[in-house]
């Protein structure tokens, strides 16, 4: 696997564990708040930002106030060094769990239920994604997300860096239309990379012979370097 691809593959597998460990978990909302966490409905979808910050037209020669540039987000209405309480000010609604370093919310794409985390170092938010952590009845539809958020992604940023099938199981024998399937089993990781300015976005979608996740990990600059420090790896990729 592309090296740059598993330092993020494991920030991912960072991300799910936060995320069905903290489900159903930590301390109830109060009551005013429990209604809005259970009825956020943002798509998850808008964690793909514009590519890049969005410039207004030519300043008009007609008096008035001007309009400023519209502002650059890393994740969804954020950017990478915010703290907790900049992060919560940008959500619409309160956090369906916290903990010293995470934030999660509970939300839907599709008529499915997702998480969206994000994950804090030093008090700065340097990681976040999108996860798909619903049983579904069908292998196929987990393969569907994947290849749904892929070309959302690509709208944004362009083909991927890094587009790979990983076969982790040397000795399966993976029919073209058996993919879903495979993943789920364990045999096969799917994985797609883009190295954008200041961050590094992965799509995963990845099995173990009980549960499948699909997930949409964005990282920062700092914390790509950080893990390809500890894993020995030196240069990590990243686009400024």
């Given at each position: 696997m592309?090296?740059?691809l598993a330092i993020i593959a494991a920030l991912a597998i960072a991300l799910s564990i936060t995320a069905c460990r903290n489900e159903g978990k930590g301390p109830e909302p109060a009551p005013?708040?429990?209604?809005?966490?259970?009825?956020?409905?943002?798509?998850?979808?808008?964690?793909v930002p514009a590519p890049e910050q969005s410039v207004s037209p030519?300043?008009?020669?007609?008096?008035?106030?001007?309009?400023?540039?519209?502002e650059k987000f890393d994740f969804r209405g954020t950017r990478w060094g915010m703290s907790k309480a900049e992060v919560k000010k940008a959500e619409p609604h309160p956090p369906g769990n916290e903990t010293e370093d995470t934030l999660s919310?509970?939300?839907?794409?599709?008529?499915?239920?997702?998480?969206?985390?994000?994950q804090f170092k030093d008090g700065k938010l340097n990681r976040a994604g999108v996860l798909y952590p619903e049983k579904l009845s069908s292998d196929s539809l987990y393969l569907e997300n994947y290849e749904y958020l892929k070309q959302e992604v690509i709208k944004a940023y362009g083909k991927p860096a890094v587009d790979e099938e990983t076969l982790l199981n040397p000795g399966a024998v993976i029919e073209p239309d058996k993919k879903a399937e495979a993943v789920c089993r364990g045999d096969l990781t799917l994985g797609a990379q883009w190295n954008v300015p200041g961050s590094m976005v992965l799509l995963m979608f990845r099995g173990d012979g009980e549960k499948c996740l699909v997930s949409l990990i964005y990282a920062s600059e700092a914390a790509i370097h950080s893990l390809s420090e500890q894993n020995g790896s030196g240069s990590n990729g990243v686009t400024k």
């Amino acid at each position: 696997m592309n090296q740059s691809l598993a330092i993020i593959a494991a920030l991912a597998i960072a991300l799910s564990i936060t995320a069905c460990r903290n489900e159903g978990k930590g301390p109830e909302p109060a009551p005013s708040q429990q209604a809005a966490v259970e009825t956020t409905e943002t798509p998850a979808v808008t964690a793909v930002p514009a590519p890049e910050q969005s410039v207004s037209p030519e300043p008009s020669a007609s008096p008035g106030p001007q309009s400023k540039p519209e502002e650059k987000f890393d994740f969804r209405g954020t950017r990478w060094g915010m703290s907790k309480a900049e992060v919560k000010k940008a959500e619409p609604h309160p956090p369906g769990n916290e903990t010293e370093d995470t934030l999660s919310y509970r939300s839907s794409s599709r008529d499915q239920i997702t998480y969206i985390t994000y994950q804090f170092k030093d008090g700065k938010l340097n990681r976040a994604g999108v996860l798909y952590p619903e049983k579904l009845s069908s292998d196929s539809l987990y393969l569907e997300n994947y290849e749904y958020l892929k070309q959302e992604v690509i709208k944004a940023y362009g083909k991927p860096a890094v587009d790979e099938e990983t076969l982790l199981n040397p000795g399966a024998v993976i029919e073209p239309d058996k993919k879903a399937e495979a993943v789920c089993r364990g045999d096969l990781t799917l994985g797609a990379q883009w190295n954008v300015p200041g961050s590094m976005v992965l799509l995963m979608f990845r099995g173990d012979g009980e549960k499948c996740l699909v997930s949409l990990i964005y990282a920062s600059e700092a914390a790509i370097h950080s893990l390809s420090e500890q894993n020995g790896s030196g240069s990590n990729g990243v686009t400024k």
